[in-house]
């Protein structure tokens, strides 16, 4: 039971994190329509620069998305400006084309970030990473002992709050309705007035700057080297997948989904089973719910 | 107020639209009848911009329109209602309308503009919190069109407002035409429903391939022959 509770409790924290992944790939698969595959590499880079601003000038990772943030959101914008915009212009043979492309910004960035850090293992030893707050400092008679980690609370907390930022963004601004727009009918928010090229833009930004700050937020928690950014892309596929492509909601309840399946496997399985459950979840909810967990909620509404 | 002059468009490498012309005066209801794949929602669409002529010129309210960004058009007092509705079907009706005045005045006047809207249609009101894709099909035109009346436009371009409609719907939409002509407004209306829409207009210009074939008042155009056997039946 404590095992149980404490699997659950990691793994929900997890899944905060990755929600925050599967945000920022949403967003642009619903606005682009294209599947980001530098997206894990987008967040290796914020990572990156969090560890220079810790080694470098000792500024926490929790603190240095203030950095991290805005300059994910300005490289987000000249890929989606000087790249990806040139390429959706070509007529092709092949409509993946810009897909592609993010395979190539991704292999570039880890290639880069190889060269400048090696390929050694870095991480951001932080003086808080193994506080830890237990049940029983709290409430002496507790009949189970639970931890929490101070860092992966931390992280949690700013998940949550990032989250509800662009929930209020996209609900409440006109810009953000304005991405809505273009990403439910793209030629209709045009004749509504919506610059939809620069929604495009806009939302490659934001897009990067969340899932970088996501990045920030690993850190502290997490070891970092080039070659991750591939392992969380598939990570956010698989979220997006699970919830529903372009989905918001769909991203936040398929990154809790998954966080708390991995943080199982890993616990009654074995820490080497985690990634297995994960695509095993993939294979399932492409069998079983192609549209994603969304397309049930949809289903429901229309049966009532 | 609007002047369509000797435009071609193509899609790709066809040619759809031949040395077409026409205009639309200020406080007129003009109609654009012909058959399926005439190159009637063409038209619309080059106006609006989200197509672009290879030649030709495309003038609304003294402006040259067709090089500029089509998003801008709005603002000058364009507002177009697509055929199919198109709906932001994941957004409520409330924020639907919302999307109607994003820019310059409308912005401003959202709430006054929005009060209007529901007093032409009550049932929105009722709906203002609902997706407005769970609403029914003259709902969503009903909500297209008030969209489209957000903007606060001087010219409404109506894209086959009665697709899919009852007969009941129809007349009411045509009813609505009506009052959004009597506020004031131009309307150019694009239909295959042609006995009701040439009642309803002062001019019309008959569409077929991509060319006008005839123009002329809706009544004229209503007792003319070729008229009657093509696209009345008679």
């Known amino acids: ?304 | 107020m609007l002047d369509i002059k000797n435009i071609e468009v193509f899609y790709g490498d066809v040619q759809v639209i031949w040395d077409v012309s026409f205009n639309v005066k200020q406080g007129e209801v003009v109609a654009l009848i012909g058959a399926n794949g005439a190159g009637k929602s063409t038209i619309l669409k080059t106006i609006s911009g989200i197509l672009k002529p290879k030649a030709g010129e495309v003038v609304f309210d003294g402006a040259v329109v067709h090089k500029q960004e089509p998003f801008r058009l709005i603002e000058l007092g364009l507002a177009h209602v697509p055929e199919a509705r198109r709906l932001f079907v994941e957004m409520s009706v409330d924020e639907n309308l919302d999307m109607g005045a994003l820019r310059g005045e409308a912005r401003k006047q959202r709430a006054q503009t929005k009060e209007m809207v529901f007093e032409l249609f009550p049932r929105l009101k009722e709906r203002a919190r609902q997706m407005a894709g769970t609403l029914s099909g003259g709902e969503q035109q009903m909500l297209a069109i008030g969209r489209g009346l957000m903007s606060r436009p001087k010219l409404i371009m109506f894209d086959e407002p009665s697709l899919g409609l009852s007969p009941i719907l129809v007349r009411e939409i045509f009813n609505i035409i009506k009052k959004i002509r009597n506020e004031g407004m131009t309307v150019m209306i694009v239909e295959q429903n042609v006995k009701q829409t040439l009642a309803a207009a002062d001019r019309a210009y008959v569409l077929e391939t991509g060319k006008i074939v005839m123009s002329g008042t809706g009544e004229g155009l209503l007792n003319d022959e070729h008229v009657k056997a093509a696209y009345l039946g008679v």
């Open chain 1, 1 to 304: 039971m404590e095992v149980l509770l404490q699997t659950l409790i990691a793994g929900l924290l997890l899944g905060g994190l990755y929600a925050l992944i599967g945000l920022g790939m949403t967003l642009i698969m619903g606005v682009m329509k294209i599947i980001n595959l530098a997206h894990g590499e987008l967040m290796m880079v914020g990572m990156y620069v969090a560890y220079v601003l810790f080694s470098a000038f000792h500024i926490d990772p929790y603190l240095s998305i203030i950095v991290v943030a805005p300059l994910l959101f300005l490289l987000g914008i000249v890929f989606q400006k000087y790249l990806i915009n040139p390429v959706l212009r070509v007529e092709a043979i092949l409509p993946e084309n810009q897909v592609i492309l993010t395979v190539g910004i991704g292999m570039v960035l880890a290639n880069v970030a190889t060269i400048i850090f090696s390929s050694n293992y870095q991480s951001t030893p932080v003086s808080y990473a193994t506080t830890a707050w237990y049940l029983t400092d709290f409430w002496k008679g507790a009949p189970l002992e639970l931890s929490l980690s101070l860092p992966w609370s931390v992280s949690f907390v700013f998940a949550i709050f990032i989250t509800t930022g662009l929930w209020f963004f996209l609900s409440k601004t006109d810009t953000g309705k304005s991405i809505r727009a273009t990403a439910q009918d793209y030629d209709a928010a045009l004749l509504m007035g919506v610059n939809v090229k620069k929604m495009r833009v806009v939302t490659f930004g934001l897009g990067s700057a969340l899932v970088g700050s996501a990045g920030c937020l690993f850190i502290p928690i997490y070891y970092l080297y080039p070659d991750l950014g591939g392992q969380f892309t598939l990570i956010a596929f698989v979220i997006t997948i699970l919830g529903g492509l372009g989905s918001t909601i769909g991203a936040i309840i398929g990154g809790i989904i998954l966080g708390v399946f991995e943080s199982l496997t890993a616990t009654y399985l074995g820490m080497g089973w985690a990634p297995v459950g994960r695509f095993a979840i993939f294979i399932l909810a492409l069998i079983f719910i192609p549209g994603g967990i969304v397309s049930l909620f949809k289903k429901r509404r229309l049966a009532r």
